[in-house]
């Protein structure tokens, strides 16, 4: 048996084992599609004097320093710094992917121990199952919800591959879909499993302008539709502000927390607008002069 058929065997078995268990399970609560669709209250993180080094054999980075940060219920935050400031690692930290070497990060004032469905990531490039239809690989990320059938798990995954406008593609393979499309099943994929956080590692950054400000306006759609708290990377300041209530600026080496801004412009922005390249124009403004110092400081 090849790889990519033993993996869809797998998968094929798993979710026949599910069914077969929820069969046999006496049901708790009969609306079990409408709680899995009603959406669920949005995670409140504290992250506290995270600190973070990686040791390749003599070689030591020091990723992050001492960052601490708050996000708010429902809160979308934007992290925003140069290659190498630790945004990525404090992203996967969040995830549970990895760990800090010294502070804390909580969830809802839990300690962040692993990866969990209440925290989805969604990565630069979609990460999608060549073998598996769009449907499938949405169906996924549903495979670990024990208390759904098939078929509930089938009408949820449509659910949300409606949400990003894609309902016409759920039969379509991956090779099919533009750069575009793949994203939005990813998020589709993400969103499936009803976190309540979405963390998003540069989702955008390798379409083109036009497919990325589609994105943006769904994304603010999506976000004020299903209320989640968003964590989302950039190097990519206007993206930040046309997405973000708060924009993070980090700088590197170490990688730490220099500046916050608020930002109350009204919703669905748009990324063309004069408000928003004004603020992106003050941040970035701010974003140099950290730049410059902390190369000042590494001379
Ligand atoms: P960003 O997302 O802001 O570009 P990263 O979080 O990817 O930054 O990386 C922060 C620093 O940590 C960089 O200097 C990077 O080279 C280093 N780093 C990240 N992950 C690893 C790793 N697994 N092993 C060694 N160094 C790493």
Known sequence: MSAENRAEF??????????????????????????ELRGVPPTKLDISHVSKWFREGVVETHALDDVSLQVDEGEFVCLVGPSGCGKSTLLSMIAGLDFPDKGTITSDGRAVLSPGRDRMVMFQEAALFPWLNVIGNVLFGLKLKPNLRNHERREVA??????????????????????????????????????????????????????????????????????????????????????????????????????????????????????????????????????????????
């Open 10 to 35: 797998e998968l094929v078995s798993e979710e026949s084992a599910a069914n077969l268990f929820a069969a046999l399970m006496p049901r708790v609560d009969q609306q079990t599609i409408e709680d």
């Open 158 to 299: 449509m659910f949300y591959l409606k949400l990003v406008g894609l309902e016409r593609s759920a039969h379509s393979t991956i090779h099919e879909l533009s750069g575009g499309m793949r994203q939005r099943v990813a998020l589709a994929r993400s969103l499936a499993p009803n976190p309540r956080v979405l963390l998003m590692d540069e989702p955008f950054a390798s379409l083109d302008a036009m497919t990325r400000e589609q994105l943006y306006g769904d994304l603010q759609k999506i976000w004020q539709a299903r209320r989640k708290t968003i964590v989302f990377v950039t190097h990519n300041v206007r993206e930040a502000v046309c997405l973000g209530d708060r924009v993070v600026l980090f700088s590197p080496h170490p990688g730490r927390i220099r500046e916050q801004f608020k930002i109350d412009l009204p919703r669905p922005r748009d990324i063309n607008s004069g408000a928003l390249a004004q603020h992106a124009s003050e941040i970035t403004r701010a974003l140099k002069l950290h730049r410059d110092q902390s190369s000042e400081a590494s001379d």
